[in-house]
């Protein structure tokens, strides 16, 4: 029903149902004087039907009335208002308790004696004018405030989808990975993301930002930016983290920060790298029962300058089968209807509740709930379980691969070389790798690019410079072995040098290219037999130079046993290189 509701001193439209035909001529004088609209009824039954079709901003209603009375009248017409204020005024002779009750009970508002008076009249019309001006205002404002909210949720809405296509791509439904996020609101304090490394394995990131809702959010956004970037160009998780902490700190107002848990689920060698930085503790479930703890040894994302943080991670073996569990501070910051805290010892209590390493995710999922049944969360709960996987399982799940430009180099080669203490402090594969983007097509290969690079690459670094054995690594327990023993001749290394050198030439009959890598170290190079036993290896160790093989079109030794060759020959909609090696010369695996 619309209303044309009079304000100010202007007229009203004003409805006056009464029987008794004298006092309505009455009624009727006095407004018309006073410059009002006047709108008769002589019954209920008529009043209402006026109502319907006249639409008054005021009633005065008998109350004893024919066919319908008053009453009832104004029952009927109170429901027809609906939020709109129609001020219904009891005309009445009536004086017990009981009756003025009635009237009010059914949607009255005042009463007016008989005989009526044309001073408390106008003074009651004037007073109802004003309520009736006060609560269309607060309509007024309760639609706007309305719409303003519709559009707000429309925005965050909006802006919600841009952050998920932002946050929440990568790898997360693969079949190791199971989590849990539930935000307080539309957007979640709590961030997720997985992505698969072009090595292999998984890089996974949960973080907690202090605060809830769009503001926690925001940071989320250029978090996902580096760690899904940088992940594809195979940046190894200490740069990752180093890069968000330098963004955080500029960007992050002073009282807000990030707790976070970065991993590097290594798939080939069966190694997890865990970096925890103000979150609760997370676990590695072991096959036996066991569990390792992973602590929190630093202080959250944002906090700290660029040379005072620390990027160290701890090494953990796993088996095919034992998983990693990670959660956020609202796990255990849930409450239940008595206000108790779930807490640290009931997490315990779910890990000591026996089952194999896969169960649990689903019991502290299902005890989370449970406990918190009922109860509105006050902060955002993220739970990741993460299984160690044979590497097939990612086979199907596509790495990140950065948008083509279209425009680059085609003819062109590089040489770059770094020597004595730059080669324990920084790894040029990323920056090698991304130079190699720039081509044209050559995107679509990044995976098996820096697979080649970083193979090469390693290769001269521990067995060319640091003379690193690579039978080491024949057993499980002697990847902790030899990764220690790199790290220490790292730190120790003040001479050497490894050099390479990328050249490529396009192929535009084939709308492709050939992409040679030249990979030189200062060492003194080994026996004509090393190349053929590495490439015929099965084990653990020794598996580089027979993956790179596979990867390319050519590998060969020269030099005098310190240089590797290898030919990388692609074209638009190719599958997979096609193999072949040249055992000229000699390997350093």
Known sequence: MTTDAAFGNGPLRILIAEDNHSDRMILHAILTRQGHEVVMATDGMEAVEAFHREAPQMVLL????????????????????????????????????????????????????????????????????????????????????????????????????????????????????????????????????????????????????TGHGLPAAIGAVPLAEIFYGMTAKGFAISDILREMNRKMQ??????????????????KSGHAEVWNGGLPSGYLLRHDGSRDELRSRHLPLGILPADRFSAACERHAMEVGEHLLLCSDGVMESVNREGEMFGEDRILEVLAGGGTPSDVFERLRGAVRSFAEGVGSEDDITILDVAMAEESLLEA???????????????WEMTYELRNETLARFNPVPLLLHICMDVPGLRLFSGELYTIITELFNNALEHGVLRLPSSLKDSPAGFSRYYSERERLLGEIRHGAVSIRLEHRPDPQRRGGRLLIRVEDSGDGFSGEALSQSLAHNGLSGRGLALVRQLCNNVRLCGKGNCIEAEFVWHAGRGESRSGVSEEGNSHE
């Open 62 to 209: 008998d109350a004893m009335m024919p066919r319908m009375d008053g009453l009832e009248a104004a029952r009927e017409i109170k429901a027809a208002a609906g939020e709109q204020l129609v001020p219904i005024i009891f005309l009445t002779s009536l004086s017990d308790p009981e009756s003025l009750a009635s009237c009010l009970e059914v949607g009255g508002d005042d009463f007016l004696s008989k005989p009526y008076n044309r001073v408390i009249l106008r003074a009651k019309i004037n007073a109802f004018r004003r309520m009736r001006e006060l609560h269309q205002s607060l309509q007024n404002e309760r639609d706007r405030t309305h719409q303003r909210n519709e559009q707000m949720l429309h925005e965050q809405e909006m802006a919600r989808r841009v952050f998920d296509n932002i946050a929440h791509r990568g790898c997360l439904g693969a079949e190791n990975i199971r989590y849990e996020a539930s935000p307080m609101s539309i957007f979640n304090g709590d961030v997720l993301f997985a992505s698969p490394k072009p090595s292999g394995g998984v890089h996974l990131f949960v973080g907690d930002f």
């Open 250 to 267: 500029a960007i992050l107002p002073t009282g807000v920060f990030c707790c976070a848990a970065m991993v590097d689920l290594n798939l």
């Open 397 to 411: 799940v596509e790495p990140e691969v950065l948008p083509d430009t279209g425009a680059g180099p085609l003819d």
